[in-house]
């Protein structure tokens, strides 16, 4: 059967729109909502941090930092030595600073830094720890960004990253990038990762949790069903 017309196939300028995107999306946030969003979305960060707990004494970066889902989960969890989140969207950044301000992540180490996850204003090998959960799908040189992932990690450093990945539903004639953000599938993944000297150690397959969230408009993300992605959560070792 043929698959249905993407509705978003015909953008260009895809990290524009992402950028702009994300702007208008983060200024719907305060501390306040991003903390919900964090308790929401535990049910797939948990048991990945949970993985590779406790982050004590370990300098982490997270890769689309947003407004800290992923990064003051894990900062509630176990606090780590500093937390530096990553992010193109100013807005995304002054969420996570006001949510770092208040207690219990007023007494932590957090980082809000502007950049591009496909050219990191990091230094090489400062990360003990890198997570990135729901980001990676929507770079469109998924090259340049697992190499980033690669260069600013120590080696022997962990990398937490879940996403979206591509099952069937193909975008003709425009690049899969200008489609849901570019979400690749699991082989294309493994070989990139490799190609960066990443190893994958494990995978967790968290798309029926990923399903019920959109369903129970816990995570207002309607493509993911619609496209029939699934929702991989991998732990990986900088080699
Ligand atoms: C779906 S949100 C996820 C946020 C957070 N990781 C979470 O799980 O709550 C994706 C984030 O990635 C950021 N992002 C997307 N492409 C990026 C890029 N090329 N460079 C930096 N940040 C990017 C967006 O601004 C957005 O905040």
Redesign the pocket.
């Known amino acids: 059967m043929d698959e249905p017309p993407c509705s978003v196939c015909s953008q260009k300028d895809v990290?524009g729109k992402?950028?702009a995107r994300?702007e208008a999306q983060?200024g719907q946030y305060d501390e306040r909502i991003a903390a919900e969003?964090r308790l929401k979305?535990s049910p797939v960060a948990d048991p990945l941090l949970r993985t590779i707990m406790p982050f004590a004494g370990k300098t982490m970066v997270?890769l689309?930092?947003?407004?800290g889902?992923?990064a003051f989960r894990a900062m509630e969890l176990s606090p780590p030595k500093e937390m530096i989140g990553?992010?193109?969207?100013s807005r995304?950044l002054q969420v996570s600073k006001a949510a770092a301000s208040v207690q219990p992540f007023a007494v932590m180490d957090f980082e809000g830094v502007l950049?591009?996850?496909?050219r990191l204003p990091l230094t090489d090998r400062c990360a003990d720890v890198v997570l990135s959960?729901?980001?990676f799908n929507?770079?469109p040189d998924k090259s340049a960004g697992m190499k980033e992932m690669a260069r600013i990690a120590k080696p022997g450093a962990k990398i937490l990253l879940s996403d979206a990945f591509r099952t069937r539903v193909k975008c003709e004639g425009e690049p899969w990038e200008a489609c849901v953000g570019g979400a690749v599938t699991v082989a294309e993944f493994s070989t990139l990762a490799l190609s960066a000297g990443i190893i994958i150690t494990q995978q967790i397959d968290f798309t029926r949790q990923v399903v019920q969230l959109v369903k129970s408009k816990k995570w207002d993300w309607p493509e993911f069903i619609e496209h029939r992605l699934d929702y991989r959560g991998f732990v990986m070792v900088r080699a």
């Open positions: 990290k992402t950028r994300y983060w969003r979305n997270d689309g930092v947003g407004t889902g992923f990553v992010d193109f969207s995304a950049g591009d996850l496909e959960q729901a980001s929507l770079l």
